[in-house]
Nanobody, 123 residues
Framework: QVQLVESGGGSVQAGGSLRLSCAAS????????MGWFRQAPGKEREFVAA????????YYADSVKGRFTISRDNAKNTVTLQIDSLKPEDTAVYYC????????????????WGQGTQVTVSS
């Protein structure tokens, strides 16, 4: 089992920044590729970003490229999502997830999920 706990969400104005963190516990963190997903009210969950086990490869949804940066620290068992130039359409609950597969944009390939952290962006 892997337990994931997100933090860092909040309410910001458009153009602002947030830094989301996900702390992992349980099994060896470096055995898992990590991803961030989000779900806005009334919408389906969507992929945001993913990072490989070593952190050497990253993958982003087109809608966030250039604004979001995913990183990880295997020594601290954390994965971080730096969000810059926030837009109102970024408002959602953000979830981190872990998979034993290669990093993936597909939620069904992730085995463990956190409880989510709310990000609200006002115009």
């Amino acid at each position: 089992q892997v337990q994931l706990v997100e933090s860092g969400g909040g309410s910001v104005q458009a153009g602002g920044s947030l830094r989301l963190s996900c702390a992992a516990s349980g099994r060896t963190f470096s055995n898992y590729a990590m991803g961030w997903f989000r779900q806005a009210p009334g919408k389906e969950r969507e992929f945001v970003a993913a990072i490989s086990r070593s952190g050497g490869s990253t993958y982003y949804a087109d809608s966030v490229k250039g604004r979001f940066t995913i990183s990880r620290d295997n020594a601290k068992n954390t994965v971080t999502l730096q969000i810059d130039s926030l837009k109102p359409e970024d408002t959602a609950v953000y979830y981190c997830a872990a998979t034993t597969r290669q990093y993936s944009a597909y939620g069904y390939e992730y085995h463990y999920w956190g409880q989510g952290t709310q990000v609200t962006v006002s115009s």
